[in-house]
């Protein structure tokens, strides 16, 4: 097989790589923020790849969008106002806006050329750009939060890139001091928190950095990701209130459809891994 027909992310450390084989090269640009490459592939559509990582894929993007998405909104008793932070392939912008009790979304991503890009080459992942309740910014999240008013969202879904480059601002105690100033009385933050088989000691800086931050409740909820290192995901949930289950009724009876997520993947996903319990120490 000539190598050159597959994309290959080396995963730093772990002694591991992903490829998937592509049909070509659809675009290559270098913004003032990251380098981008959009490819299609064979069996998995198009695959936006930031700074050498895999992002997105068409087929499998659904897994991911739907965790950092709907466990946090069918956890809050009433959410209504939405933030993400990065998530500039819209696709958790999208699932946000699923929820009929959102009033107003607010996508806040530091390169406006992930979401033009997205517009191209994952068009159904921008659907609900258009909505009414969907607001799209362009600035840092860093900074969002820096200057934002206290206690005037509900759900802040940090949906970035890998703790490096622009993204390594979002994954300290700082940051979520400010997060949590935001927070409405009972919000809550969740951000994607990697790989728990390969990243386990950042998982726990990250959970150590958002109690220290002044979060009530955390829940680390697990889902597969073939694309990302492992194929193993995780998603991690910061409470300002004590978190006790989650609107299982509603999640039941919910009035949109998914392609992952239901109420029994809620439930399976809140399950913690005996390695994991004793690297959390709960
Ligand atoms: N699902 C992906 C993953 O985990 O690999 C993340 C996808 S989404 C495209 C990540 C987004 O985070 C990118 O669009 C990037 O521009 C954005 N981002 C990185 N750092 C940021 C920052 N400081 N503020 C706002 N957006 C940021």
Redesign the pocket.
Known sequence: MNPSEWFTEEHAGAGSAFSLKIKRKLHEEQSP??HHEIYETETFGNL?I?DG????STRD?FL?HEMMSHPALYTHPNPKKVWI?????CGTLREALKHPSVEEAVQ????ER??RLAEVYFPELCESNNDPRADLKF????K?IKDAAPNSVDIIIV????PV???E??FNEAFYRGCHACLTDNGILVQ?SESPLLHLELLKDMRNAMSAAGFTSLQTLYFPQCI?PSGW?SATMASKSALNGFREQDSANKSFATEYYNVDIHRGALAQPEFVKRAFAI
């Not at 932070?85 to 392939?89: E, F, Q, T, V, Y």
């Not at 806040?108 to 390169?111: G, H, L, N, P």
């Not at 600035?139 to 860093?142: H, K, L, R, S």
């Not at 949906?159 to 890998?162: K, Y």
């Open positions: 923020f990251q936006m930031l990582c895999t992002m997105v993007n991911y932070i990065g998530g500039g392939d806040i991503d530091i390169d992930v979401t600035i840092d999240g860093i969002w949906d970035s890139t890998d480059g622009p993204a601002g979002l994607q990302y995901w």
